[in-house]
């Protein structure tokens, strides 16, 4: 796990990866403890795992991002490394009120990875440049 969210969290995940390895699902308790810390975000996050919504998308050089495609079906850009998101409940739950540690497709990545169910997809660096600067794209096209 990456090493921006608190230790309480980062401890929470490890065990649930743990505990599905040996299981092969999140016991109650774990459950629970998901919801506890995390909040709204736990049940709609699982949910997104269950669904398998979400993709991580890496490029020959090494640059990673995921992809999270939400309940409504829109894809949402996410960055593990810093736990950002693209979504407005992002935005606004988590850095304008300081409400949630982070939105439902954070979670979602953290906890696809802890279960082994996060999509891989390899895409070119250009894909991937377009991705991660979405404005400068719609610029230059805006303005040849």
């Given at each position: 796990?990456?090493?921006t969210l608190?230790?309480?969290a980062e401890e929470l995940l490890k065990e649930i990866e743990s505990a599905f390895r040996?299981?092969?699902h999140i016991p109650d308790d774990l459950l629970l403890a998901l919801k506890f810390v995390f909040g709204a975000s736990a049940v709609p996050a699982l949910d997104l795992v269950d669904r398998q919504s979400v993709t991580r998308l890496a490029s020959p050089s090494g640059?990673?991002?995921y992809q999270v495609s939400g309940s409504s079906g829109k894809l949402y850009?996410?960055?593990a490394s810093c736990h950002f998101c693209s979504c407005p409940a992002f935005t606004f739950s988590v850095l304008r009120k300081g409400e949630r540690l982070v939105c439902k497709h954070i979670l979602a990545i953290y906890l696809?990875?802890?279960l082994g169910t996060c999509q891989e997809l390899t895409v070119p660096e250009q894909q991937l440049t377009k991705l991660l600067l979405?404005?400068?794209e719609a610029g230059k096209e805006a303005n040849p």
């Open positions: 796990m990456d090493s608190p230790a309480v040996e299981k092969s640059r990673t991002v850009t996410c960055y696809s990875r802890a979405p404005q400068e």
